[in-house]
T-cell receptor, first 112, second 113 residues
């Protein structure tokens, strides 16, 4: 089945550590996105990529980094510079022939 | 720039009663409109979308939405809700292609038995 896979589903991080969230899609979509979700704040865009080896900052990119070395993969690294990383992270992708984005199942990151 | 306003953060409704979740948007250009549903600890799933044509759009799970250009609204409705409709609902807009999608803050629908 085609879709977007995020892993892990739950992730715990100690303060000061970097962690990487995985996002893989087999939909042959060019565009991929990372959103952060906090209660009562909707979805806020962290980074997005419209083509391999290129990406742009979203509204809340500080403390995060991404790479887009392959069309299928768009990993997100939450660095120690992100002061409040506990949140639910959603990855999405979008194809040229689609009008809507397709979402993964999310990763819940908790700082302990 | 575009923006989305979901007027209600929470909507409680009794089972089998009708419900309307409100969404207003602003944009200087034509946009596509979407409603997504999110169940706890899951990703977002598309309910329905308005691209063009008929202003009444039907989606999955018995939901429908009406696009009103003059009022810049895209309200979501269901004539009779079920317990399984308890979830968070997001209204979203974009200008098509790979343009960024703008989401509302979400409305939590709580269906009461």
């Amino acid at each position: 089945d085609g879709g977007i896979t995020q892993s892990p589903k739950y992730l715990f991080r100690k303060e000061g550590q970097n962690v990487t969230l995985s996002c893989e899609q087999n939909l042959n979509h060019d565009a991929m996105y990372w959103y952060r979700q906090d209660p009562g704040q909707g979805l806020r865009l962290i980074y997005y990529s419209q083509i391999v080896n290129d990406f742009q900052k979203g509204d809340i990119a500080e403390g995060y980094s991404v790479s887009r070395e392959k069309k299928e993969s768009f990993p997100l690294t939450v660095t120690s510079a992100q002061k409040n990383p506990t949140a639910f992270y959603l990855c999405a992708s979008h194809g040229e022939r689609n009008t809507e984005a397709f979402f993964g199942q999310g990763t819940r990151l908790t700082v302990v | 720039a575009q923006s989305v306003t979901q007027l209600d953060s929470q909507v409680p409704v009794f089972e089998e009663a009708p419900v309307e979740l409100r969404c207003n948007y602003s944009s200087s250009v034509s946009v596509y409109l979407f409603w997504y549903v999110q169940y706890p600890n899951q990703g977002l799933q598309l309910l329905l979308k308005y691209l063009s044509g008929s202003t009444l759009v039907k989606g999955i799970n018995g939901f429908e939405a009406e696009f009103n250009k003059s009022q810049t609204s895209f309200h979501l409705r269901k004539p009779s809700v079920h317990i399984s409709d308890t979830a968070e609902y997001f209204c979203a807009v974009n200008r098509g292609g790979y343009q960024k999608v703008t989401f509302g803050i979400g409305t939590k629908l709580q269906v009461i038995p």
